[in-house]
T-cell receptor, first 110, second 114 residues
Framework: DAKTTQPPSMDCAEGRAANLPCNHS???????VYWYRQIHSQGPQYIIH???NNETNEMASLIITEDRKSSTLILPHATLRDTAVYYC???????????FGKGTLLTVNP | ETGVTQTPRHLVMGMTNKKSLKCEQH?????MYWYKQSAKKPLELMFV???????ENNSVPSRFSPECPNSSHLFLHLHTLQPEDSALYLC?????????????FGDGTRLSIL
């Protein structure tokens, strides 16, 4: 199973872009990169996912390197409500399961 | 509002009690999941249902008994639980199981075993 590596914590100033990195050097060709976040006392919230092309939706952008060994989740204008634990997960092919690690605690500061 | 509703939000029960957790999804999905999130531990997948059929039991003790009467509803029946079963129990759904469709989670039931 491909695994991911994320920094345990990051800080970001309100209104600035938050760039959350993730390494997944053992990702297989048919595996997707998913991002979820979990705000305290709530369930995980799906943010975005991609295979090899960069993706953008109303919440965030996902930048995947050409070799697919790493990716970056970008929150373009972070707000205080974006403070949460962000999980980068690799899943796909025969492994459809979401295996949550410890994620990155993003703290958005005023 | 995620489209996945879990009740109750909080539950306190003794080790000899029987209770049930309920999950309902309004997304038209065909797969539903139960996860357990203990304090300071990652989410653990417990059960997967795809088109009402159980397709995954991740070595969960028999004191946890899932039920999926239709694609919109999922229950977790609890009986003779242990203190270490205190955790946040999360339900999720996706378009189909065993696929690359994203899962959508409810806000969970916070369970405390006395």
């Amino acid at each position: 199973d491909a695994k991911t590596t994320q920094p345990p914590s990051m800080d970001c100033a309100e209104g600035r872009a938050a760039n959350l990195p993730c390494n997944h050097s053992t990702i297989s060709g048919n595996e997707y990169v998913y991002w979820y976040r979990q705000i305290h006392s709530q369930g995980p919230q799906y943010i975005i996912h991609g295979l090899k092309n960069n993706e953008t939706n109303e919440m965030a952008s996902l930048i995947i390197t050409e070799d697919r060994k790493s990716s970056t989740l970008i929150l373009p204008h972070a707000t205080l409500r974006d403070t949460a634990v962000y999980y980068c997960i690799v899943s796909g092919g025969s492994n459809y399961k979401l295996t949550f690690g410890k994620g990155t605690l993003l703290t958005v500061n005023p | 509002e995620t489209g996945v509703t879990q009740t109750p939000r909080h539950l306190v029960m003794g080790m000899t009690n029987k209770k049930s957790l309920k999950c309902e999804q309004h997304l038209g999905h065909n797969a539903m999941y139960w996860y357990k999130q203990s304090a300071k531990k990652p989410l653990e997948l417990m059960f997967v249902y795809n088109f009402k059929e159980q397709t995954e039991n991740n070595s969960v003790p028999s004191r946890f008994s899932p039920e999926c009467p239709n694609s919109s509803h999922l229950f977790l029946h609890l009986h003779t639980l242990q203190p270490e079963d205190s955790a946040l129990y999360l339900c999720a759904s996706s378009q189909e199981g065993h696929s690359n469709q994203p899962q959508h989670f409810g806000d969970g039931t916070r369970l405390s075993i006395l």
